[in-house]
């Protein structure tokens, strides 16, 4: 534990001032401070060998005990009472989003890591998809780190226009609810879209987005069998009973996330530790972030280009397009 304890601290430091400037600019939000300033730190100062095992057991661990602990903020019966009516929505428009990300890819070639970290980022909800399937797919830290920097770009933008357009076409407050719950990524952003329209546009988007969130159970699952087969099939070690077995991908911290979801749900949680459970959730996301940045070369980066932003841009506006049309005919 020792040999952990400085690099995990140094990651809780940078995180409290990750967490303290995201709640000065929400819209940007902590995790996306924290992981600029590990990025900043990371690339442009040297920490002691002595962190480096604390940082990585951060990058990796916490983050899937934040995940964890998020569940215990979530309640099926939310989902149950309000969300359904939004489901069959969330089902085609995720669909639509992830096969339109299959076939971006095969144009802009920018690998099967990076354009399934913001497939999941766009069509669920932000850095924490992003953060729940990237161990399932064995992405790097840069790879998790550059997707969540593009979400992140698009988060703003919608932020910001969402009203603006709700208002230029005239959408009830209900619809604009279920379009801002369903169309934008990260929760942060879907607050002060929906909010800044109206308050029951912005209540309604909260549930819609809870019960989007919910679909990191399934998809992460999808991923890790997908991540298996093509372990299999690429033949990437030679003692393929040992390592391209499915329990090697397997998410098993989404079961965390799925059994601390079910206990608030049947209210073994009250109030206060469900408020407890999303803010420390989202804390530990933020040094999680500290981590990955710390962990991340800023030149593999640079490497990848415009393509991921590109298609972060096409994705993005293919989920608010085509979620705008289904809420208008159904």
Same mark, same amino acid.
């Given at each position: %534990?020792?040999?952990?304890?400085? &690099?995990? /601290?140094?990651?809780v430091i940078f995180g409290i001032i990750a967490k303290f400037l995201g709640s000065l600019v929400p819209i940007v939000g902590g995790p996306v401070f924290g992981i600029i300033i590990g990025i900043i730190i990371g690339n442009f *100062?040297? $920490?002691?060998s002595s962190a480096n095992k604390g940082v990585k057991f951060t990058s990796k661990k916490i983050l899937q005990w934040a995940i964890i602990i998020l569940g215990g903020s979530l309640s099926f019966n939310e989902v149950f009472s309000t969300g359904l009516n939004s489901l069959g929505l969330m089902v085609i428009t995720l669909s639509i989003t992830f096969i339109s990300a299959i076939l971006i890819n095969k144009k802009l070639k920018i690998g099967f890591n990076l354009s399934s970290?913001?497939?999941?980022?766009?069509?669920?909800? &932000?850095?924490?998809?992003i953060a729940a399937v990237g161990p399932a797919i064995n992405a790097d830290d840069s790879e998790i780190a550059y997707s969540i920097s593009v979400i992140f770009l698009f988060n703003v933008i919608a932020a910001l226009i969402f009203p603006f357009l709700g208002h230029f076409m005239q959408m009830n407050? +209900? @619809? /604009?609810? $279920?379009?801002?719950?369903t169309a934008?990524? @990260?929760?942060?952003?879907?607050v002060a879209a929906a909010f800044s +329209?109206? @308050?029951i546009s912005g209540n309604y988007a909260v549930i819609v987005k809870l019960?989007?969130? $919910?679909?990191?159970?399934?998809?992460? /699952?999808? *991923?890790a069998i997908i991540t298996s087969r093509r372990q299999k099939n690429q033949n990437i070690a030679e003692d393929t009973s040992k390592n391209n077995k499915l329990w090697k991908n397997f998410p098993f911290f989404i079961l965390g996330f799925l059994a601390m979801s079910i206990l608030n749900t049947i209210g073994v949680f009250n109030a206060d530790f469900t408020s407890f459970f999303a803010a420390a959730g989202k804390f530990m996301i933020t040094v999680a972030m500290v981590a990955i940045g710390l962990n991340t070369n800023f030149q593999k980066i640079r490497e990848s280009g415009a393509k991921p932003i $590109? %298609?972060?841009f096409l994705l993005w506006t293919i989920l608010s397009i085509s979620s705008l049309i289904l809420i208008n005919i159904r």
């Open positions: %534990m020792k040999n952990i304890f400085f &690099g995990i /601290f140094i990651c *100062f040297k $920490l002691p970290l913001i497939a999941s980022g766009t069509a669920i909800c &932000g850095g924490s998809a407050y +209900y @619809d /604009f609810g $279920l379009w801002a719950g934008v990524n @990260d929760t942060s952003s879907v +329209y109206n @308050d019960t989007r969130t $919910l679909f990191i159970i399934p998809v992460a /699952f999808i *991923f $590109l %298609m972060g």
